[in-house]
């Protein structure tokens, strides 16, 4: 059984450029969440696709998007980046429901300048 | 809006002693709460959880959490700490209605276990 796993592990990037953060479910788990993780706060939810939909949102402006595949892995997309998008980002995987356990990556490292 | 607080940003303990790490958690409804450990450099891992039944619940690694309705709480506690445990220690809630899993953090507890 394999765990979350999420690429790249570190990303610097420009102000104003585009990033894709990739991410690979846990086996059998159908159910991913995007997490933005700010330096000394704990993370915070973007969004969640259950089977290739979103079905859930937190306070996170348009520009930040994603994608689901059928073999539930999933992107993270950010437009426009700007200085204060610099964080961990998380991708979970569970199997639904509010109860259940998710399953976190390592995270990637996204540094703007 | 579903808020999660945890009292203390750092917690210092010498290994052997026990420790206590707080939470308040703020939804009056249906609620499901968690304890997450973060390493360095590392993801989350899930200690233990809260769904309903016992407010006593057991967790991995020798940790255990009391979920208090009255007082919105879910402190979590070690009898007896190692150096290994030496970590950032975050509760988290999901409501129970939504249908599907938002966890909602608190800033993380940064536990340091001393000899």
């Known amino acids: 059984e394999t765990g979350v796993t999420q690429s790249p592990t570190h990303l610097i990037k420009t102000r104003g450029q585009q990033v894709t953060l990739r991410c690979s479910s846990q086996s059998g788990h159908n159910t991913v969440s995007w997490y933005q993780q700010a330096l000394g706060q704990g993370p915070q939810f973007i969004f969640q696709?259950?089977?290739?939909?979103?079905?859930g949102r937190g306070n996170f402006p348009p520009r930040f998007s994603g994608l689901q595949f059928p073999n539930y892995s999933s992107e993270l997309n950010v437009n426009a980046l700007e200085l204060d998008d610099s964080a961990l980002y998380l991708c979970?995987?569970?199997?639904?429901?509010?109860?259940?356990?998710?399953?976190f990556g390592q995270g990637t490292r996204l540094t703007v300048v | 809006a579903q808020s999660v607080t945890q009292l203390d940003s750092q917690v210092p303990v010498f290994e052997e002693a026990p420790v206590e790490l707080r939470c308040n958690y703020s939804s009056s409804v249906s609620v499901y709460l968690f304890w997450y450990v973060q390493y360095p450099n590392q993801g989350l891992q899930l200690l233990l959880k809260y769904l309903s039944g016992s407010t006593l619940v057991k967790g991995i690694n020798g940790f255990e959490a009391e979920f208090n309705k009255s007082q919105t709480s879910f402190h979590l506690r070690k009898p007896s700490v190692h150096i290994s445990d030496t970590a950032e220690y975050f509760c988290?809630?999901?409501?129970?209605?939504?249908?599907?899993?938002?966890?909602?953090f608190g800033t993380g507890t940064r536990l340091l276990v001393s000899p």
């Open positions: 988290a809630e999901s409501g129970g209605n939504t249908g599907f899993q938002k966890l909602v």
């Open positions: 979970a995987s569970n199997l639904g429901g509010a109860g259940t356990e998710a399953f």
């Open positions: 696709y259950y089977r290739e939909e979103e079905n």
